[in-house]
């Protein structure tokens, strides 16, 4: 949603609260309401129907029962600046979605809502999906990236090794690179995850059910 949208949005408010959110409950998009203080007191239907969450729930938990673990920390710095210094607020994070147990990527924007006076009395937010729009950024990066790496690669063991570490670095929780031969044979040629001691875990256990001819 745009800034002008935001704008609306906040004109909106001002005029009729209950208008707003009547308004608000219509809109594909995620839209939330804070307190000067940044408390939110108000998440759209769209968001809670997402989320799973009833909207007592989704307010005493806040967006922090929300965001991606991984995205939390930057997104609450960026929010509490933006509190701090009462200018708008952007960033991209992930926000779970309940009934598919997955995470989508949103860009959320928030402006500061005045009184005559100039303190701040509301903020409002709105969160836009851009889940497609980011994923194929990140898998051009990807794509960018290994490329540089396989040709400065020696062989085919560094090849698997890079692709396995980029592939989590970039988009994954796991991979696993896995080789034939002539004979149909199959091996792991490298593997990674998020956790080193995951890779440790499944390396013993490939070591100790090692992948036979049959398999």
Same mark, same amino acid.
């Given at each position: 949603?745009? #800034? $002008? #949208?935001? @704008?609306s949005?906040?004109?909106?408010? #001002?005029?009729?609260?209950?208008?707003?959110?009547?308004?608000?409950?219509?809109l594909?998009?995620?839209?939330?309401?804070?307190?000067g203080?940044?408390?939110?007191?108000?998440? @759209?239907?769209?968001?809670? @129907?997402?989320?799973?969450? =009833?909207?007592? &729930?989704?307010?005493?938990?806040?967006f922090?029962a929300?965001?991606?673990?991984?995205?939390?920390?930057?997104?609450? #710095?960026?929010?509490?600046? =933006?509190?701090?210094?009462?200018r708008?607020?952007?960033?991209?994070y992930?926000l779970r979605?309940?009934? *598919?147990?997955?995470y989508?990527?949103?860009?959320?924007? *928030? $402006?500061?809502v005045?009184?005559?006076?100039?303190?701040? !009395?509301?903020?409002?937010? !709105?969160?836009t999906? +851009?889940?497609?729009?980011r994923?194929?950024s990140?898998?051009?990066?990807? +794509?960018?990236?290994? =490329?540089g790496?396989?040709?400065?690669?020696?062989? +085919?063991?560094?090849?698997?090794?890079?692709?396995?570490?980029? *592939?989590?670095q970039?988009? *994954?929780?796991w991979?696993?690179?896995?080789? =034939?031969?002539?004979?149909a044979?199959?091996?792991?040629a490298a593997l990674?995850?998020? &956790?080193?001691r995951?890779?440790?875990?499944?390396?013993?256990?490939?070591?100790?059910?090692?992948?036979?001819?049959?398999?």
């Amino acid at each position: 949603m745009s #800034e $002008l #949208e935001l @704008n609306s949005l906040a004109k909106a408010l #001002e005029a009729d609260a209950a208008g707003f959110r009547m308004f608000a409950n219509a809109l594909p998009n995620f839209v939330w309401l804070a307190r000067g203080d940044g408390t939110v007191t108000f998440f @759209n239907d769209p968001l809670l @129907n997402y989320t799973g969450l =009833s909207e007592r &729930d989704a307010l005493e938990r806040g967006f922090g029962a929300l965001i991606h673990p991984q995205d939390l920390e930057q997104a609450s #710095e960026g929010w509490r600046e =933006s509190l701090r210094l009462g200018r708008p607020y952007e960033a991209e994070y992930r926000l779970r979605h309940a009934a *598919a147990d997955t995470y989508r990527w949103f860009l959320t924007r *928030a $402006l500061p809502v005045r009184a005559e006076r100039g303190e701040i !009395t509301h903020w409002i937010g !709105t969160a836009t999906d +851009v889940d497609a729009q980011r994923r194929a950024s990140e898998i051009l990066d990807f +794509v960018i990236e290994a =490329s540089g790496v396989f040709a400065s690669a020696t062989s +085919v063991k560094d090849v698997c090794g890079e692709f396995a570490r980029l *592939a989590v670095q970039r988009f *994954a929780d796991w991979c696993f690179v896995v080789l =034939s031969d002539p004979a149909a044979r199959f091996k792991v040629a490298a593997l990674s995850h998020r &956790d080193p001691r995951r890779v440790r875990y499944i390396e013993q256990f490939l070591h100790k059910y090692p992948v036979g001819e049959d398999d």
